[in-house]
């Protein structure tokens, strides 16, 4: 193949045929909605119609006691950190490597984020940095699934058991990913998810908390739900005497992004089934590819579905860097993307105080979180694989992609055509 079969450079693009559409909305969920809007309830205040209905579906799925719907998954987080009693000046252990409202949840609770380094292999919290960075002041932990991919729980909970830390893991990745046989977001003392509308399960808006502890349940009530709810399941001493009112942050969920859920929920185990059997067809058809190395997932793990991450290795791509790359395979119809920034070098936290909320107990700078840094800079983010099977004939024009890329890889260090280049937008 020569330069000028690039889509890049005016070639045939590769990825012609369509991919299955999210979020998937069909008439299961448009009956759904249309019924709930026809029992007049399209909001509630208390804990009942289709709102219990959603929260005991989940609990039951996860395996937990208790799940509490929320207006979105920041708002479970923000619903857990309460529930963990974290307060002004309070530590909570994070990660860079999330969405930055899983960090700026700890500000509502007025707590200071502390950032820790990630595993040098992968993507989650690196629990002898949690050994490390938990001083005395630090109540929780949050345990990000990202990508999908679960954290290694075993060694975490040891870590936050030597250190007193109440475990949140943010599933808003993953849900029905398990570790060792057990769903994400059952295994911490609360699991966050969200069901905003690129997730694995959509709402619309949307988030749940679950968590087998009576008290934990009911604290993080607190913050955002209805006083006729609080009314209604309020029980513990230290709760029950602000039922009246709470903090009203109005973090209630809504009937009809509820009655969404339901619908979604009943599907999710076969999504995932199929999504996981789509990407290992795609792994094995770019199993060639020496600058493509995806990550490895243990035996004993099964994954779920965002967006889907591999490693890119400039070095085995002939020295051309990750964002002309990038930019080649855009051009042939794979939109990818480079997940997230280095949120701890952002000025919210540089600053040290946003409109006199104190943000960072220090400041960082370039060179703090290395494994965090290395990730970041060779993390490529396709979109999640499809949700119907097969999808064989889509995944194979992925591959193409790819190979076609890379059967050009030489052109792409030409500085002449590069010129022509855009900047790629960050994903």
Known sequence: MGAEKLALFGGAKTVTLPRPKWPRITEEEIAAVLKQMLTGSISEIGREGVIADFENEFAAYQGRKYALSFSSGTASIHGALFAAGVGPGDEVLQTSNTWASAITAILHCNGIPVFCDIVSDGFAIDPEEIRLKASKKAKAVIVTHLWGIPAGMDEILKVAEEKNLTVIEDCSHAPGATYKGRKVGSIGHMGCFSLQGSKSIVAGEGGVMVTDERLFYERAMLPGHHGVRLEQELTLEETKRYSK??????????????????????????????????????????????????????????????????????????????????????????????????????????????YGRRTTSRKYKHGDLPNTEKIAGKTLILPATAFVTPCTELMDQFAEAYHKVAENIGSLKNQKLLARLQKPNPA
């Open 245 to 354: 009112c709470g903090m009203y942050w109005k973090y209630r969920a809504v009937p009809i992004s509820m009655a969404i859920a339901r619908v979604q929920l009943k599907h999710l185990d076969e999504w995932n089934r199929n999504r996981r059997q789509n990407l290992e067809y795609l792994k094995e058809k770019t199993k060639d590819l020496d600058f493509i190395v995806w990550p490895q997932i243990p035996s004993y793990t099964t994954i779920g579905f965002y967006g889907t991450p591999v490693f890119y290795d400039q070095a085995a791509a002939e020295g051309v860097s990750r964002e002309v790359f990038l930019t080649a395979m855009q051009a042939e119809g794979l939109p990818l993307g480079t997940g997230y920034p280095l949120w701890y070098l952002e000025p919210i936290f540089q600053d040290g105080f946003f």
